[in-house]
Antibody
Framework: EVQLVQSGAEVKKPGESLKISCKGS????????IAWVRQMPGRGLEWMGIIYPGDSDTRYSPSFQGQVTISVDKSTTTAYLRWASLRASDTAMYYCARSVGPEYHFDSWGRGTLVTV | IVVTQSPATLSVSPGERATLSCRAS??????LAWYQQKPGQAPRLLIY???TRAAGTPARFTGSVSGTEYTLTITSLQSEDFAVYHC????????FGGGTKVE
């Protein structure tokens, strides 16, 4: 079974930086796109952006452009979501999810990383 | 594209049928998926391409479309079906609806 393994919960202060991770197992990460999805407490899902590990092609939702950075380390088959300066409004669960294209459904999800600011 | 789900909450009894609605502000050409999310868990893909069940999705889950309204129907609700259901369009960009809680 395909698994996306996410890093653990984080508690940070406003203004601090943070990078969370998502590692693919049982398949080669570079053959699929990896998206990041935000879920604020008690709210729905929000697509933040997506990256193709094969060539680092990255696309962002207008709502998150400039607010976060999505990157990938091909040597460790790990995708990252980074904030340069956290705000209290960044408190949420963050999921990574896999798809076969930049505009597609997601057939595998990580368990989520809870970020509390 | 704005995706609107209704109702926000659906109260049903085990064994009954549940009908969930999802509308997009533009035509999405069948590029719509449904996910199930249980408390404390990640979403799980149920249906994609309007009506194709993902691996492991029971036959009691059916996706359909009529005009611009996409529908997820759950026939004979089982205890494990009580959850939040999200729809997602991926025809132009990617957007999710606000979810429907089936209680």
């Amino acid at each position: 079974e395909v698994q996306l393994v996410q890093s653990g919960a984080e508690v940070k202060k406003p203004g601090e930086s943070l990078k969370i991770s998502c590692k693919g197992s049982d398949y080669h990460l570079s053959t699929y796109w990896i998206a990041w999805v935000r879920q604020m407490p008690g709210r729905g899902l929000e697509w933040m952006g997506i990256i193709y590990p094969g060539d680092s092609d990255t696309r962002y939702s207008p709502s998150f452009q400039g607010q976060v950075t999505i990157s990938v380390d091909k040597s460790t088959t790990t995708a990252y979501l980074r904030w340069a300066s956290l705000r209290a409004s960044d408190t949420a669960m963050y999921y990574c999810a896999r798809s076969v294209g930049p505009e597609y459904h997601f057939d595998s999800w990580g368990r989520g990383t809870l970020v509390t600011v | 594209i704005v995706v609107t789900q209704s109702p926000a909450t659906l109260s049903v009894s085990p064994g009954e049928r549940a009908t969930l609605s999802c509308r997009a502000s533009e035509i999405v050409s069948g590029n719509l998926a449904w996910y199930q999310q249980k408390p404390g868990q990640a979403p799980r893909l149920l249906i994609y391409g309007t009506s194709t069940r993902a691996a492991g999705t029971p036959a009691r889950f059916t996706g359909s479309v009529s005009g611009t309204e996409y529908t997820l129907t759950i026939t004979s609700l089982q205890s494990e079906d009580f959850a939040v259901y999200h729809c997602q369009q991926y025809n132009r960009g990617v957007t999710f609806g606000g979810g429907t809680k089936v209680e």
